[in-house]
């Protein structure tokens, strides 16, 4: 089974920046097309927002294209978010996963967007 180790999440004002990461062990990742989802509060559902196939073309959901950009790097097995122009509407825990959610969630990492 998959492990998912994400980080890089933290307070930061509106208009700012984060870059999160995501270890990935267990998998075949060269071979896995991957992903990143966020819950926000009060929500049940795990959001995706971003995914990248295994030759590392990225796609993003409209609630963030042309702000966050998803990158892989294949021989270290990891995974980034880099987010810009971050708004409170982006206030969530942060998880990475295959795209068919087929593995374990990690624990997410928290991203506040607040002044």
């Known amino acids: 089974q998959g492990q998912f180790v994400e980080s890089g999440g933290g307070l930061v004002q509106p208009g700012g920046s984060l870059r999160l990461s995501c270890q990935v062990s267990?998998?075949?990742?060269?071979?896995?097309?991957m992903a990143w989802y966020r819950q926000t509060p009060g929500k049940r559902e795990r959001e995706l927002i971003a995914d990248i196939s295994s030759a590392g073309n990225p796609s993003h959901s409209n609630a963030v294209k042309g702000r966050f950009t998803t990158s892989r790097d294949n021989p270290k097995k990891m995974m980034y978010l880099q987010m810009n122009d971050l708004t409170a509407e982006d206030t969530a825990v942060y998880f990475c996963n295959s795209r068919d959610r087929s593995q374990p969630w990690g624990q997410g990492t928290q991203v506040t967007v607040s002044s």
């Open positions: 267990g998998i075949d990742f060269s071979n896995t097309y």
